[in-house]
C-alpha cells in the first residue's frame, strides 16, 4: 500500500514538475522476474525507475540508509533492502537472487553510484553475477534530465525536463566473466544515450 501511494503521487510530481517523457515501456516484462539496469546521475532515479514500471520494483539501497528507524520502515515499505557498498555483500545478493526467482523485478545501477553525466565508471561485477545466477531478462534502462533537476549536492529540486527510454532485453552470455557481463550491459545502457538524441 505504501509503494502504490508514493508510486502515485511520484506519477503526478513527474508529469507536472519534470514533463516526464518515457518511451520503450513495452520492454518491461509483464510476467516473472526480470532486472531493470540503469545509469545513476541523481537521488531521483529509484523514483523515476519505479514510476515508468507498472509492476513493482525492489531496490537495493547503502546499509547506512537504515540506520535510522522510520526511513528504514520506510525503506523496506517500498521494497529497498541493505547492501553494502565497496564489498561483496553476500547477504544482499542472496536476497536479490531470492527476489528474482520469486518472480519479483529488481532494478540495479550497474555503477553502483551516482555518476554524472557523460562520465564512466567500472560496473560492479554482481549484476552479471545475478543476470547468470538467477537467468532473468536484463531490459536496460537511460535516464537524462535528472542531473540536472536534482544534480548531485545539490539542496532544491529544478524543474528540469525527465526522459526515460527503455532497451529491449539484453542477451547474456552466461560463459562470459560476470565483469565482462557488467560491462557489456553498461555498454547497452549507454547505447540508448544516442538513441536519445535521434
Known amino acids: 500500500m505504501v509503494y502504490?501511494?508514493?508510486r502515485l503521487t511520484a506519477c503526478f510530481v513527474f508529469k507536472i514538475l519534470?514533463?516526464?517523457?518515457?518511451?520503450g515501456r513495452e520492454h518491461i516484462p509483464k510476467k516473472g522476474g526480470f532486472i531493470l539496469a540503469s545509469n545513476h546521475i541523481s537521488y531521483l532515479d529509484p523514483i523515476?525507475?519505479?514510476?515508468i514500471s507498472f509492476r513493482k520494483l525492489s531496490f537495493m539501497a547503502r546499509h547506512d540508509l537504515f540506520c535510522n528507524p522510520f526511513f528504514s520502515w520506510l525503506l523496506t515499505a517500498c521494497c529497498v533492502f541493505p547492501v553494502k557498498?565497496?564489498?561483496?555483500d553476500s547477504a544482499a545478493l542472496k536476497e536479490a537472487l531470492r527476489r528474482l526467482k520469486s518472480a519479483h523485478a529488481l532494478a540495479i545501477f550497474p555503477e553502483g553510484r551516482r555518476v554524472p553525466e557523460g562520465t564512466t565508471v567500472r560496473p560492479q561485477a554482481g549484476i552479471g553475477f545475478l543476470a547468470v545466477k538467477a537467468d532473468v531478462?536484463?531490459?536496460?534502462?537511460?535516464?537524462?534530465?535528472?542531473?540536472?533537476?536534482?544534480?548531485?549536492?545539490?539542496?532544491?529540486i529544478?524543474?528540469?525536463?525527465?526522459?526515460v527510454y527503455i532497451g529491449k532485453q539484453i542477451s547474456i552470455e552466461r560463459r562470459l566473466p560476470y565483469q565482462e557481463i557488467a560491462q557489456r550491459i553498461m555498454e547497452?545502457?549507454?547505447?540508448l544515450?544516442?538513441?536519445t538524441l535521434n
Not at 523515476?48 to 514510476?51: E, K, P
Not at 529544478?158 to 526522459?163: A, N, T
Not at 547497452?188 to 547505447?191: A, G, S, Y
Open 4 to 6: 502504490t501511494i508514493l
Open 18 to 23: 519534470f514533463r516526464f517523457e518515457v518511451k
Open 48 to 51: 523515476a525507475l519505479g514510476v
Open 85 to 88: 557498498r565497496d564489498s561483496i
Open 137 to 156: 531478462p536484463v531490459i536496460p534502462v537511460f535516464i537524462k534530465g535528472t542531473g540536472k533537476a536534482l544534480p548531485k549536492g545539490a539542496k532544491i
Open 158 to 163: 529544478r524543474p528540469e525536463k525527465v526522459f
Open 188 to 191: 547497452n545502457i549507454r547505447q
Open 193 to 195: 544515450s544516442c538513441e
